[in-house]
C-alpha cells in the first residue's frame, strides 16, 4: 500500500544555465514511467500533480522543487535520488546541525509542529536517518503509515508511543524500537515534554 499523494507544489520555470540538468531529470521521469507502463495521467492520479506540471517537468521545460520531485519518487516508487544518479559530485559525509535538510512537506510524517531533519547527506544511499522533533499532543494515528522496509527509532530525550498495528509501544530516553515497515504505524506524544528521537529508514522512505 502506498503513502498518500503529498501537497502539489507547482514547478517554476528554470534559469538557463539549469537546463541540462532539468532536461536529464525529465528523461529519467519519462523513461521510469514508460517502463512501468504508466501514463501521464497514471502518474497525476498517484502524485496527485497535474499532468500539464508532469509534461513540463519530462520536457525539461520546469524547475520543479524537492518537495515535486518527492511527490514524483513516491509515484514511482523509487529513492528521490534515482533522479539525480551520476550528476552529484563528492559529497561530504559529514552533515553539520546548520546544513540538516528539513522534511517540511516532502514526508507524510511531518505534519503539524514536528520537526523531521535529513541526518544523511545524499539521497543515493540505502538508509535514510531522521532527527525528529515532535511536541506534547502531537497524534498521527488518523493516518496510519504502511510502506515497504524497516524502521528504527532511538529515543534521545523525553517520551513517545509507537503504535505497531495497534498495539502500543512507550518509549522513554535511552529506549529503542525496530519494526518492519510493513506494518501499519502511528505515533503519538500523550506527554508534557517534546520528544527528540533519531529515526532510520531502510531504504529510503520517499
Not at 23 to 45: C, I, P
Not at 176 to 195: A, D, L, Q, V
Request: proline residues 6%; negative net charge; glycine residues 8%.
Amino acid at each position: 500500500m502506498k503513502d498518500q499523494p503529498m501537497t502539489t507544489e507547482n514547478a517554476i520555470q528554470a534559469p538557463a544555465d539549469t537546463g541540462a540538468l532539468l532536461a536529464t531529470v525529465g528523461n529519467k521521469v519519462r523513461a521510469m514511467r514508460k517502463e512501468k507502463g504508466m501514463t501521464l495521467a497514471d502518474l497525476s492520479d498517484i502524485t496527485g500533480l497535474s499532468q500539464a506540471i508532469v509534461s513540463q517537468i519530462e520536457r525539461g521545460l520546469a524547475n520543479p522543487s524537492f518537495t515535486t520531485l518527492a511527490q514524483l519518487a513516491h509515484g514511482l516508487d523509487i529513492p528521490v535520488g534515482k533522479f539525480f544518479i551520476g550528476q552529484e559530485g563528492a559529497k561530504s559525509p559529514v552533515v553539520r546541525r546548520s546544513e540538516r535538510r528539513n522534511l517540511k512537506g516532502v514526508t507524510r510524517e511531518s505534519v503539524g509542529a514536528a520537526v523531521h531533519e535529513l541526518l544523511t547527506p545524499g539521497l543515493n544511499g540505502a538508509i535514510e536517518a531522521q532527527w525528529i522533533l515532535t511536541p506534547p499532543g502531537h497524534d498521527t494515528s488518523a493516518t496510519p503509515f504502511r510502506h515497504s522496509g524497516e524502521e528504527f527509532c532511538f529515543i534521545v530525550s523525553g517520551r513517545k508511543d509507537v503504535y505497531l498495528d495497534g498495539v502500543c509501544h512507550s518509549l522513554e530516553e535511552g529506549d529503542s524500537i525496530t519494526y518492519s515497515s510493513e506494518i501499519p504505524h502511528w505515533y503519538k506524544n500523550s506527554y508534557e515534554e517534546p520528544c527528540v528521537a533519531i529515526w532510520v529508514n531502510v531504504p529510503h522512505a520517499w
